[in-house]
């Protein structure tokens, strides 16, 4: 009787664990409407433009970020624009000491006696951030002077805190030379200059802190643009003298020097170059709207705009032409665009995270800056004004309202991007994509 | 003892889950009803009121005066659904689960107190729309997406006894209870090509209320023939807003609802059932603001029961069973009939010296709901567990 009992109770548990289960794990597909009628009423999307006046104001430019040594490409110019001179300067890291020779036996074995005969210099140029279309000359030097890569200028060969060596000539001189070259853009993106045995040598000894390279433009009126420069270094084997080896040497230390320096514009935007220029600008939303009329109609005015009424938000900037013609791009520029955590720190403020989900930020054709006056370039921050419309943080502490405009990485090109600034006919803008609905109510 | 306790724990656990809503009928006004019966009812296509023996049913308030033993059941309803509409080829279908029926009954001063959380109405269903959006004059496309997540529930408290030897009168009073969300959302794709345009979602949140009484009587006129009725009034569906919800409070009028059930045993072994439902939900279109259309209903079901049937040797009566009704909220116009063919049998998980303690019963439901060009075909499963004397 008991066994009976007990036999029904587990059946009993198990009846009812199988049926929750079964119901509960079933999959669950909802019910989809047929019509819009059953739907809410479509809410209203529109987009509105704000002028400067309405939500921008204390636009300040910034410069001075970054060094040329951090934009790890050399910049070589010649009177460029009429005002432009730069050079770059090139360290070689140490020489390989070995290698592995097959001797005469047939066997590979490690050399570690080379002789250093000779060696090139190979520059690799970007033919489309440089301004030439045909030939041009350059020289390669061999520097006399000791400097400093990291702090190194036109006028100074070392200008750290309470150092400052000029160099006995402006722009990395005087030099010796080693060796010239033509770079053509229609035959390739490599030249390369030839090194002697002596000047390898004198390269090779790292103590030397003179030890350099600097390549100058012999043509006037071009910019160019190296991506890298490295050493091939020709070298015999000890264990066979027949065989030379050819080793590669990279750049140490790879900067550039110029001697015209811009001046902040005195209305306008600018963000890039090298050292890169900012500009930071104080966003104030407006408490309400009362226009345009389509809004007035479905929401009804004045309007006060909530964070999940804004689905995009765009700083709208027109481009305009360089005003200093020696930094106006050859190349496409890549925008930025984060928060100023403290507007009071500036220009040392730190910064938040950028705004733009394109991890390549907002990308401008560099014509833009030219030929193209005046083009449309949107910079989103929406998840910024959506913050600024939020409630205060928790702590009580005001949501940052400034913006810096800034280059993707800084530095990450040696010209600079200019828009139009406040007060003029093509003013910053902001453009706000809306979309409001009536309440939600139940049917 | 424990097993039982820890199954029943595990079955009110359940109701808590997240379940999906049975029919295309839930976007139809303030939903689609949804009764709350076992499977022996729906078995029978009864609306659960007149029915031979003991029973622990919302409908039937007089019936719980019946139960002589400490009495639990509950009650288990997936559902699957297809839906199309008149001139068009495409087939949707939905499915989910609901838990419409778990009560409890005690024998206290001479008659049963009962508690019973039942469902009412489910009001789960989403949809979509595309849309062109114009920004600054450039149109773009984007789409709209809604979904409502809801239903309604009663809690009922109730006591039933015998107020003649062959007649029992019950009353249960208890409150509405329930949410629904409403989720509107616009998704705009990658619009402006920047991928940062953010959707936008405006949304609402309302708690249901509202006191419900029921009122029911049971006779057995002979011992072949039992008639019951019953009557539920309420003051009304209240939906209360959220604080963060832009929208309204709002108040739904719930019609006074009849039911009449009978039963007779027309052999030793041969149950005939029958039942019937009216209410005029017509006075609730004044409170609907998106211009539904509501309706008085009516419906009937009839049932037969085979009850000595045997199963693996054991009793396992066999039921048959129509139905027909009409819903209260329409779809476009129209009224919306469903029929249903109905089966089902019980089994006995538990006999004590002739008592039947545990019983699980089956049903399953072939049914169609038509009305203005939608056509719904659907097969609802329903198991109920009935427990007594634990």
Not at chain 1, 159 to 165: P, R
Not at chain 2, 245 to 251: A, C, K, L
């Amino acid at each position: 009787m008991g066994t009976t009992i007990n036999r029904s109770r587990r059946l009993l548990t198990v009846t009812l664990v199988a049926v929750s289960a079964g119901i509960v794990g079933c999959r669950e597909t909802i019910p989809t409407s047929l019509d819009d009628a059953q739907l809410p009423g479509e809410p209203l999307t529109l987009e509105i433009e704000l002028d400067w006046n309405q939500f921008g104001s204390g636009l300040e430019v910034f410069g001075g970020y970054g060094k040329p040594q951090e934009l790890g490409a050399g910049i070589i110019a010649e009177s460029y624009a009429g005002t432009l001179s730069a050079r770059t300067l090139v360290r070689f890291a140490e020489y390989p000491t070995k290698a592995s020779v097959v001797d005469a036996t047939g066997t590979t074995r490690e050399d570690d006696d080379l002789t250093y005969i000779g060696g090139r210099v190979m520059a690799w140029f970007d033919s489309d951030a440089s301004t030439n279309t045909g030939p041009v000359d350059l020289v390669l030097g061999a520097v006399q002077q000791e400097w400093d890569g990291g702090t190194v200028n036109w006028s100074s060969a070392v200008d750290s805190v309470g150092v400052d060596i000029p160099w006995v000539e402006v722009g990395g001189g005087p030099v010796s030379v080693v060796d010239t070259a033509t770079w053509d853009p229609a035959e390739g993106d490599t030249i390369s200059f030839l090194v002697d045995s002596a000047q390898i040598a004198a390269w090779g000894d790292s103590s030397d802190k003179t030890r350099g390279a600097r390549i100058e433009l012999v043509t006037p009126g071009e910019r160019l643009f190296m991506h890298a420069a490295f050493l091939h270094v020709t070298t015999r084997s000890s264990i066979n003298p027949d065989t030379v080896l050819i080793l590669t040497t990279p750049a140490d230390q790879a900067t550039f020097i110029y001697d015209h320096v811009s001046q902040p514009p005195a209305n306008g935007v600018r963000v890039g170059g090298t050292p890169s220029w900012r500009t930071v600008l104080d966003l104030t939303m407006p408490d309400e709207l009362t226009g345009p009329p389509e809004l007035c109609a479905a929401a009804g005015c004045p309007f006060a705009i909530s964070p999940q009424d804004v689905s995009f938000a765009g700083l709208s900037l027109r481009s305009r032409v360089t005003e200093d013609a020696a930094f106006q791009p050859s190349d496409s520029m890549r925008l930025d665009v984060r928060a100023v955590l403290s507007r009071d720190a500036l220009p040392k403020s730190p910064l938040g995270e950028s705004l733009i989900q394109n991890p390549f930020g907002t990308v401008i054709p560099g014509d833009f800056f030219g030929l193209q006056d005046g083009q449309l370039v949107e910079v989103p921050i929406t998840s910024f004004v959506r913050d600024l419309l939020s409630e205060p943080e928790v702590s009580g502490r005001d949501r940052p309202n400034t913006l810096a405009l800034i280059s993707k990485a800084e530095p990450s090109s040696f010209a600079f991007a200019s828009f139009h600034g406040p007060g003029s006919s093509m003013e910053p803008m902001l453009k706000l994509i809306l979309t409001v609905s009536r309440p939600m109510e139940l049917p | 003892m424990r097993s039982y306790l820890a199954s029943l724990t595990l079955a009110l656990a359940c109701c808590a889950a997240s379940v999906s809503g049975q029919s295309i009928f839930n976007s139809a006004g303030v939903g689609l009803p949804v009764e709350a019966l076992d499977g022996r009812a729906r078995a029978l296509g009864s609306f659960g009121i007149g029915l031979p023996g003991a029973s622990l049913l919302p409908a039937d308030p007089g019936g719980a005066g019946r139960l002589l033993f400490p009495t639990g059941v509950f009650s288990a309803q997936p559902t699957w659904a297809e839906y199309t509409e008149d001139g068009s080829s495409e087939i949707r279908d939905s499915q989910g689960g609901r838990f419409p029926l778990i009560g409890m009954a005690y024998p206290v001063f001479g008659g049963t107190a009962t508690i019973q959380l039942t469902s009412f109405l489910d009001q789960n269903f989403s949809g979509e729309r595309p849309v062109t959006v114009d920004l600054g004059g450039v149109p773009a496309e984007a789409a709209d997406y809604f979904r409502q997540d809801g239903s309604v529930s009663t809690i009922l408290f109730g006591y039933g006894r015998y107020i003649l030897p062959n007649t029992s009168l019950g009353l249960n009073i208890g409150r509405y209870a329930g949410t629904v969300e409403r989720r509107l959302a616009r998704d705009f794709g990658d619009t402006t090509g920047s991928g940062d345009v953010a959707d936008y979602e405006t949304r609402g949140l309302w708690s249901y209320s509202g006191e419900v009484i029921s009122a029911g009587l049971s006779s057995d006129l002979s011992s072949l023939i039992r008639v019951a009725a019953s009557a539920t009034w309420s003051s009304g569906l209240g939906a209360q807003a959220t604080e963060q919800t832009t929208g309204v409070n709002r108040s739904f009028s719930i019609p006074l609802q009849l039911m009449v059930g009978a039963s007779v045993r027309l052999s030793p072994g041969l149950i005939v059932v029958a039942s019937a439902t009216s209410a005029d939900w017509s006075q609730i279109e004044k409170d609907l603001v998106s211009g539904a259309k509501a309706r008085a209903t009516r419906g009937f079901g009839v049932g037969l029961e085979l009850s000595q049937a045997r199963v693996l040797g054991k009793e396992a009566p066999l039921r048959v069973g129509y139905r027909s009704t009409q819903l209260p909220f329409t779809l476009r116009s129209g009224v919306v009939q469903e029929r249903i063919f109905s089966g089902g049998l019980a089994l006995t998980l538990n006999e004590t010296d002739g008592v039947v303690l545990a019983t699980t019963d089956l049903a399953v439901e072939r049914g169609q709901r038509s009305g203005g060009s939608i056509t719904e075909d659907f097969w609802r499963g329903t198991v109920s567990v009935r427990l007594a004397s634990f």
